[in-house]
């Protein structure tokens, strides 16, 4: 049976009475409730703001949207090729195993949906609270369409929480009929992972001024290249005399087709103390690409797979053009292509919306975290090492206004080894409220996120931004610094009224790291070389990484006292003492909050859903 | 409405329905299975095996029963003096702030019965899942009998986790009628604290044998010094050529009236090296008291309040008598009066069933945990320090016989500072069994507690115990020794067959300890005195317990070799090298397990449930 758009719920049939008849008068009450939940709720595609491809073919689409009051989230899921049903859900970083799945699955005859887990080995069990709620299913040209809820927290300990910050989608295809879910064997399966922000903030698009004009910085029809990873670069240009504007609002251009391809796109702005750089269009790490594009840093724009138009706050906007400003800018485009196409030609690229007339503020960028220096380093093997940069009350109170600023985006930065960051705003020594926190943060997937209401941060406050690494893969110690295989640890934060607070930072104070390198030496039986004309990363690396030289590492980092970067730009420090400075002394913790628990739905004992759809397989 | 024992349910009256019908449908329906469960379920006294009065006067009295299958606590309690209500429930360590809590409360006319919470400022809140679930209230002579229940686990984050080992009842007499649960003053009413184990182990009762003979080692009718706490010791002996027998049971046997004052009692067989032990019968820190008496120190019995009949598995009895063992038994009995009763006559104690006919195996008792040695020590201010004391692989695998040991009882030790004692058995680096375990350990509740199962230990096998201390009301380090302000961490644990082992203790390497002085000294600025001829207490004393002294301290301790004390008797060591052992390394640790959530019983929203108990004070 297939059914049309103005029908678009299908309604039970005799052979699915049949099949509910087996169950308990409950899952009967509850088939009840849920025929009257799909005549209810037809999919309408202007009720799902945000839309992803899962599979680098887009076969599987995904579409949803986020009610904060009922705190759930609808999914609509268009599954353009349908085999024998498919495996959606989350999981801590994207594995399948201890996943937290809604799985629908034919036996070739029959088709049912049910919410799933996986254990450690990866082996699928039905979950015996089904919070994955299905609320339609209806087959149309493109493809099936399958609707359902999740609320945030089910308090169910086996399913994924989703928070603020990076979300893990996980997908597989069923490709044969199976005649149970037990029966699925997920390490089998034609199978992936997309990476979203599911929580996006709830806010009010600003009115635009009638003088906006658009601007374009896209790719000039290049050829992606047929390997799995591009950064591709690309140098452009202001008009001459541009004079100073106020970016208000941009947007992605992708290509049509190449959805599934394009995964981040950043357009920066070069350094304006040199006056001109070359052009420029190839792959980032080509050995013919100028050095010069390395001084283009300065972030106009950043946008990510899942990411919508990003809009500054009705106050403020992001200048650039007139004096003291670089009129080059350099487009770079993360190509992910796991199928190898080969001929793919693109343009996408990043809509700028300016206006002339300035708004009231200028935004900032303000860089809060860790200094690039290797005294910051993580031993190896360590499964959540935690670094913490500070930016101290001493700065702030020097720095900001008397009116404070006002913090309303933020982007998170680590390099290979980061799977959590979050900015915490603490005042008095009591934490106060969290900037920014991404318990799933992906060195892979880094946009710009608009908060969920403005943070207000006054002179005297601390900005206190703790990332964790894990360098399960590595053997030897990861020092702070600037290479793909060192680590930063970075927040930064979009903010108004700009201020000539560009960076805000601390690393441990070296002496005093000096004291930990003697110690380990003093302390072990070993003996390892300390002289001190061997470099800090060196130091490092011929430690031996026993329990006793980790934890008093951690120690160390959590007692010393630190040398605070309170800058103007990266090379210039508001006047005072910065060095030795002490810890900031917390002595009231944020509370993790208490999920809410909604009363538990869906049958119990749980059941599979049965679902009329015919047999899965069109041909 | 006074309901006799044969009409035990209050059936709801017109009034009832009333008040019922201002909430919801769902109420309405709620009550409708409540009256059928009140109905169904007349308390009898016959279904609670265990019982302790609440104060200490006796006027509420607890009996309770524990279904596994079902994950179940049924209370019974026995209101004698009944006011306007009371509160009972439970607290992490028996505080009314963050308790879960039980009410009845009368605005003196109604009564109702509600599960609530107390936030961190002790404000009542009606809890918003009722997990103490009413089945019952009936007048009868003695007072009002009042039965609900409630499941180990609520899942509910307001509710207390009842697990094994100690349980902090608290309870609160309303003399005042109130008009709802917000209006109780917590602070303001007369309350207090038992602590008991509630999970009591589902054990089969062995069988006895014909020739069995008691023996009551009792107070010779004492009086109750008029203090809140006294430690009472009574000397008593066997009789001249008493052969070996086997203990095979004890019970308490309390004097009528002074149930709510015999805290504790335990039995000490003196040391067999000395011919003779002065009588004496008084305070056991009374200056009179023979100093010889701390040579009774081997534990025949232990009872505790709360606990019942203790019965010796049939395989196995505690020898006493016969050569090589001393005559001499020390009775000690905790009395806490806090109410300072005059004149109390006192003839308490414990009757002990033994038998001539040996059973297969003596019974041996061995001492787990931590040496009693200074180089353990505990910073001043910790909420939760935690130390460890091993019994290694090296020492099972010379000390225990092929077939192993079984554990069938255990008795956890500290002094005033623990908190939790856990014993955790490990083989091959993998934790395997919990042998006893209490996160809610009191040094004022040391009872002797059987196991739910016999723990089979093996050669290889490794026991480790774990003591988590608390010195925030401390101001200077706590090192470990007899003192009852120096601490302990022992798990004195019940076997057979009784093999030589009598010690399986550790303690960190005194040099590695020494390392930690000289690094303290070296890494702080402070100049501290660590010179080698003053003490380890003198060294702890002395030391700056800033975060990283105090987080070295757990890092050594989690790192450097340990000294062990593989002992056949407190000063003789099996043969072999004990110093600079290297630490057990744990592999694979032992889950937390998953609280299994019953589906929320009671209505909701949240509302309390009337009674109809017409005027709760009686005259």
Known sequence: ????????????????????????????????????????????????????????????????????????????????????????????????????????????????????????????????????QLLGARRAPEGLYLLFRRAFSTCDPKDYLIEDGTVHLIYGILEKPVHSLQAINISAIH???????????????????????????????????????????????????????????????????????????????????????????????????????????????????????????????????????????????????????????????????????????????????????????????????ILTGYCTDKCTQLALPAAGIRIFASQLHTHLAGRKVVTVLARDGRERQVVNADGHYSPHFQEIRMLKELVAVFPGDELITTCTYNTEDRSRATVGGFGILEEMCVNYVHYYPQTQLELCKSAVDPGYLHRYFNLVNRFNDEEVCMCPQVSVPQQFFSIPWNSFNRDVLKSLYGFAPISMHCNKSSAVRFPGEWEKQPLPTITERLQEPIPH?????????????????????KD
Chains 1, 2 share one sequence.
Not at 5 to 15: D, E, H, Y
Not at 601 to 610: D, F, I, S
């Open 1 to 132: 049976m297939q059914t049309s758009r103005s029908k678009p719920c299908p309604c039970p049939s005799f052979k699915l009475r049949e099949v509910a008849s087996m169950y308990f008068t409950m899952v009967a009450v509850f088939l009840v409730i849920l025929v009257v939940a799909l005549q209810g709720s037809a999919p309408r595609g202007s009720d799902f703001p945000y839309k992803v491809p899962l599979d680098p073919q887009g076969l599987l689409e995904l579409s949803w949207n986020v009610s904060y009051p009922q705190q759930v989230v609808h999914f609509q899921l268009l599954l353009r090729d349908l085999r024998f049903g498919l495996l959606f859900g989350m999981s801590d970083r994207g594995e399948f195993e201890n996943a937290d799945l809604a799985v629908l699955w034919s036996d070739g005859h029959n088709s049912y949906f049910g919410d799933a887990w996986s254990d450690a080995k990866g082996q699928l069990h039905m979950d015996s609270q089904q919070d994955y």
């Open 191 to 385: 199978r992936g992972l997309q990476r979203v922000q599911l929580l996006k903030p709830n806010i009010t698009v600003p009115e635009l001024p009638s003088d906006m004009k658009t601007m374009e910085i896209t790719a000039p029809n290049i050829v992606i290249p047929s390997q799995e990873t591009t950064y591709w670069c690309y140098m452009t240009e202001l008009p001459a005399d541009f004079p100073k504007h106020h970016i208000i609002m941009y947007e992605p251009v992708v290509t049509a087709g190449n959805e599934a391809l394009v995964h981040h796109m950043e357009v920066f702005q070069c350094a304006a103390e040199f006056d001109s750089f070359p052009h420029y269009n190839g792959p980032c790490d080509s050995k013919m690409k100028p050095d010069r594009l390395n001084y283009c840093r300065h972030v106009l724009a950043a946008w990510a797979m899942g990411a919508q138009a990003f809009y500054y706050p009705k106050e403020a906007g992001l200048a650039f053009g007139g004096p003291g400003s670089s009129r080059y800018l350099r487009l770079e485009i993360h190509y992910h292509n796991p199928l190898v196409f080969e001929g793919r030609h693109d343009s996408s690229g990043i809509r700028l919306y300016y206006t002339a007339t300035l708004r009231r503020y200028d935004a900032g960028i303000m860089e809060l975290g860790l200094v690039y220096t290797p005294v910051m380093a993580i031993p190896p093997g360590e499964e959540a090492f």
């Open 597 to 617: 628990c909604p009363s538990a739905p869906g049958p119990r004992p749980a059941a599979p859903v049965p679902l009329n759809l015919g047999p899965l397989r």
